[in-house]
Structures are given as C-alpha cells and as structure tokens.
C-alpha cells in the first residue's frame, strides 16, 4: 500500500477517515475505476464504526418520528446488505413486550406498516403474540403486568468485521487504505484544496499526496478537519454518546432480541443477542469532548441497569457486566438542543476550497451515503461518470469462514493461525486492533481480553518481527484501554 502511495503522482479521490463512510466511499470510487486512497489515523473502524448497536435496520424510532423517506432508504439498504454480506449479517427476531392496553396495537399496526415499506427486502412478518408465546420467546421477561408482545425482524450484524470487510473489497478494486495515517494538513493550491500531508504513525514518516478531490468522512472528528480548511469554520457536528454494557446469555437465553420503544424518558432500549452474549443499550448523552477512545458515564451505567432491569426477571447488576463500550454519534446541529431530535440523515457540503465533506447517516445507509458522495465528487472535478455499482456488490469474505469473535477457547495454534490471517489479509497492527476488531474478545468480556493480551503480543512480535519492547508498550496500551470498558 505504501509503495502504491509513492508511485502513484495525482489520485482521483482521497478519503480522510476509514470508518463506515470513508470504507463505503472508497469502495464505491474505486469500483467506478477511480484512483482511490483512503487514510485512517488510527485503525479501521476504531472510532463510532466499532461501537454501534450492531443493527442493520430501518429504524423504528424514525417511523414514530414520521421520517418515512429515510426509514424507506435505510429498509432497501437493509435487505442488500443482507444480501451482499451474509457472512456478517443475519437477521435478528425483536420482541416489543406489551406491558400497557393500547401498546399490542399501537406496535402492531407500525409494525406492519415496517413490513410493508420493506417491501419484496422484507425480512418477516411482525406478529401479535399471547402472553404466552411472547414468554416462551423470552422467558426472562418480567410478567407482572405482561399483557403479550409484538415480534418484528431486523437485521444484525459485526459493524468492526464488516469494515474490514468493505476495505478488502475497496482493495480488490485497486483502492489503497492505509491505518495508522493520520491526515495532518491540506494542501493547497490558488485556494483550492489539491491534496493532503499524511503522516506515518507508526514510523513518522511524512508524504504529501495530490488529489483530485478530497472527501472528508471523519464522523464526529468532521470540524477538526474543516477547520484545516477554513480556520474560521463554525461547527457543523453535536457529537452525542451512546453506551452498550455486555452480560452473559442467561439475562436473555434464545435468540430473540428486546426492543422497549419508549422507556420512561422517550428513549429505545435494546437488549440484543451477539456472539453468545448480551448486548445492553443505548443511551443518548449530548458530549463536549471528543476523543478516540470515550468512556461511558456513572449516569449512563446506571441509567441502563435500571431501565432494563425493570424488564427482566433478573435485574443486571454492575458486577455482571462483562464490557461496555461508548461511541460517539456524528450528529449534524440543527435548531433543536436536544440530540436526540437531530437529523440522522446525512448531509453532504462542498467548501469553497472544493473539500467535501459527508457526515451523519448510520452504518446501515453507509452504501448509499457513499454513493451520493462519489456522485457528487464525480461531477464537482469533471470526473469521468460510470455509474455506481456497489448496490447488488457482494462483499470481500462472503465465501469465507470469518475469524471468530471470541478467543478464550482457542488452542496457541488455532490463535497463532487467526493472528497471522489477521495480520497479512487484513492490516492489524496492534494487540488493541486484534483483540478489539479483527477478534471482538475486548468488548465480549474485557478479562478474557486483558488475560489474552500477551500471548497475543507474543505471537504478533514473532509474526511481525518485534522485539521484547514492543511487546511489554503492546500489552501496557491494551491494558490502559482495556480497563475503562470494566465499571469501577
Ligand atoms: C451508540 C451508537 C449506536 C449506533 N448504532 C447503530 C446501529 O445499530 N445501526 C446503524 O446503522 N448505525 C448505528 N449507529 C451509527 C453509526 O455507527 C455511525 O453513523 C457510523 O459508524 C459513522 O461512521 P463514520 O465513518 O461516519 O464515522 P467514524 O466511524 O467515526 O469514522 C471516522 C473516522 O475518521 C478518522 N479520522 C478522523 N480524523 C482523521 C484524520 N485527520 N486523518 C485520518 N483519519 C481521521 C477517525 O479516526 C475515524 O475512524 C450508532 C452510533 C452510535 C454512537
């Protein structure tokens, strides 16, 4: 990738930013024959695009906000998703569980007309269940009160994999990605914006690199790089934090998921099946600071133990959980205070100097929001048009077997072939990048993790010819994150 930075003199397009919507745009510009480079400062997907929900879906919440085109768009991406990656999504059985006279109709008929707008991509049809049968799905549910449930389909998947996935893909079309490069200036001619300087982190190393078009896709990190541009630049982005916490199977045996649409403050609560544990989540917390690495509040802890232990005939306790995780919503300000009444739709803008930035949208969308973009870049420098071909694309891996997810029960052999495969296919750098992404073992259970941590070191030392040093500042750093994704 670093020999291709160097011999190519100008790239069509250049992406600052390597998480959903950097990846996707890379994949689309490149699969349109575009010379595509894309820089990611730390690893792929390390920022929001490894924290979400893990749901590909339309999102019910924005049907009981009325906003039918992008639940209409996010149904469609949806049903291609499943189609295109079906090593990484899967579709998921919801329960709305009926604890109020009017909640089984009210769920029932938005839920029908969810399946409706679905379409011929539906995924299954919602059904009103008894009492009974919505314990025999879920028979940790509370039944004081339980009047019956509502199941409905969406679809779920492994948001860190499936980037991974989409920059294999993007590198199959000749498009180069490279993590651990940091973007630390524009560059400019008569004004316009021609290129970047990225830099090395790993060796310190600097380039300069002509481009084009530059597309700026950095998510919560939007302003910091519109202000390279323009110093003057006034935010765009209200960065919001979500959190998940992780319990073990037993707080929700089965396969199906609970959705709360409305908890007692007007938030959507899940609590999802995933890799043989529990996610818990999320919440909706407007942030000031912005970091790579952000850490969910006391309140927001607390906030998701009450709420869904009032759902569950166990309640979760603090010393159950076995990870949480916070990522930090790229939400485009508009008049309202309140994020959670935010566009998540995306949002596309051209500066003076020509950069173009895309922001907002979700994972799910991250197809589409890609293929806006490019089409935008295409006409803005007179590129020349082919049209965009990702809708019906399968993905890299499809075909696969993918690594798995957790690592606590693999033999040293069994590791040492997953690190190397993760090493050479897929640009892992870092225990953090191995045990974080490649392997999701940091946010299934934060111990197993930390306990792994140095045979993984040792191993990526020998794979990648390290020494003694790199191992002892490789384990430090994994501990150093690893411990803020355990509560007090
Ligand atoms: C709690 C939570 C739950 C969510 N759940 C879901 C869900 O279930 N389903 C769904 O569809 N969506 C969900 N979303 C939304 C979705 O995760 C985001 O919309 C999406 O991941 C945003 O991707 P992005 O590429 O725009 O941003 P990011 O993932 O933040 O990527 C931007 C990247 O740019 C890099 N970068 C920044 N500055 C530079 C620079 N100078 N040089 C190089 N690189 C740089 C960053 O390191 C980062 O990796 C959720 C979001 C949150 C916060």
């Not at 089409?375 to 696969?400: P, Q, S, Y």
């Amino acid at each position: 990738m670093i020999q291709q930075l160097e011999s190519q003199p100008e790239w069509d397009i250049c992406i600052i930013g390597g998480g959903a919507t950097g990846l996707g745009t890379a994949l689309d510009a490149a699969s349109r024959g575009l010379k595509t480079i894309l820089f990611e400062q730390y690893d792929f997907a390390k920022g929001t695009s490894s924290k979400s929900t893990k749901l590909v879906h339309g999102g019910v919440r924005y049907l009981q906000q009325g906003n039918i085109r992008l639940v209409m768009e996010a149904l469609k991406e949806r049903g291609q998703l499943l189609k295109n990656a079906p090593h990484l999504v899967h579709n998921q059985q919801f329960i709305v569980p009926n604890y109020k006279w009017w909640e089984k109709p009210f769920y029932g008929i938005g839920l029908k007309i969810y399946d409706w707008m679905a379409g011929k991509l539906g995924l299954g049809p919602s059904v009103l269940l008894s009492k009974e049968e919505t314990l025999s799905l879920v028979p940790t549910l509370d039944t004081e009160g339980l009047t019956g449930g509502v199941v409905y389909h969406d679809g779920q998947f492994d948001d860190a994999r499936l980037a991974i996935s989409i920059a294999q893909t993007a590198v199959q079309h000749s498009a180069v990605v490279l993590n651990y490069f940091p973007v630390t200036g524009l560059l400019k001619m008569q004004q316009k914006v021609c290129g970047v300087w990225v830099k090395d982190s790993l060796t310190g190393k600097g380039w300069e690199v002509k481009s084009k078009v530059v597309i700026n896709a950095t998510g919560v990190f939007t302003d910091t790089v519109m202000k390279m541009d323009d110093p003057k630049h006034e935010s765009i982005i209200s960065p919001s934090q979500g959190i998940h916490l992780v319990v073990d199977k037993e707080f929700l045996p089965g396969d199906t998921a609970i959705m709360v649409p409305r908890t007692d403050d007007g938030r959507v609560l899940f609590a999802v099946p995933w890799h043989n544990k529990v996610v818990l989540g999320t919440t909706d917390t407007p942030v000031k600071r912005i970091s790579a690495e952000p850490i969910p509040f006391e309140e927001e802890i607390n906030f998701v133990l009450t709420h869904i232990g009032r759902y569950l005939t166990k309640d979760p306790q603090r010393s159950d959980v076995k990870s949480m995780f916070a990522g930090l919503r790229p939400l485009v300000k508009g008049k309202s205070k309140k994020t959670a009444a935010l566009a998540r739709d995306h949002l596309v803008t051209i500066a003076d100097s020509g950069m173009i930035t895309i922001t907002g949208g979700k994972w799910t969308t991250y197809r589409k929001m890609a293929e806006d973009v490019v089409n935008i870049a295409i006409e803005k420098a007179g590129l020349e048009k082919r049209n965009c071909i990702t809708a019906d694309m399968k993905l890299a891996g499809h075909d696969k077997p993918v690594i798995p997810a957790e690592i606590k029960s693999l033999t040293i052999g069994e590791l040492t072939t997953f690190i190397q495969k993760s090493i050479a296919e897929e640009m892992c750098m870092t225990v953090e990048d191995f045990l974080s992404r490649r392997t999701r073992q940091l946010l299934l259970d934060a111990i197993v993790a930390m306990e792994k941590a140095p045979a993984v070191a040792a191993i990526m030392s020998k794979e990648m010819d390290k020494d003694q040093t790199w191992i002892i500042e490789q384990i430090n750093n994994f501990n150093a994150i690893a411990k803020n994704y355990l509560p007090d």
